[in-house]
């Protein structure tokens, strides 16, 4: 059964940082496209980072850059994502997503193909 699991959130204060991590089982991630996305309430799920199977990321969260870093371990199967000066309107329950392989890096939530439960930030003020 393929699963990915979601770890790391968690209560910060502002410019605090958090890491998530992203772990599958079931499947190795090697070949796959690995992406984070946030929501926050009321609001649609947005893509922030994407990391191809070769290792290169793409953006799609204006907000984030500078801020945030995704990076995978594929020794530990394990894609991560460093959530650094954290502001409150980074709160959002983030979740990954794993896109099949041979397929790029994408910011839209119905191109995935296995989703976490997610992992719940909250940054105070």
């Known amino acids: 059964q393929l699963q990915l699991v979601e770890s790391g959130g968690g209560l910060v204060q502002t410019g605090g940082s958090l890491i998530l991590s992203c772990a599958a089982s079931?499947?190795?991630?090697?070949?796959?496209?690995i992406a984070w996305f946030r929501q926050a309430p009321g609001k649609e799920r947005e893509g922030v980072l994407c990391?191809?199977?070769?290792?290169?990321?793409?953006n799609y969260a204006d907000s984030v850059k500078g801020r945030f870093t995704i990076s995978r371990d594929n020794a530990k199967n394990t894609v991560y994502l460093q959530m650094n000066s954290l502001k409150p309107e980074d709160t959002a329950k983030y979740y990954c997503?794993?896109?099949?392989?041979?397929?790029?890096?994408?910011?839209?939530?119905?191109?995935?193909?296995?989703w976490g439960q997610g992992t719940q930030v909250t940054v105070s003020s």
């Open positions: 990391i191809s199977s070769g290792g290169g990321s793409t």
């Open positions: 997503a794993a896109r099949a392989p041979g397929y790029y890096c994408s910011g839209y939530v119905g191109e995935y193909d296995y």
């Open positions: 079931g499947f190795t991630l090697d070949y796959y496209t």
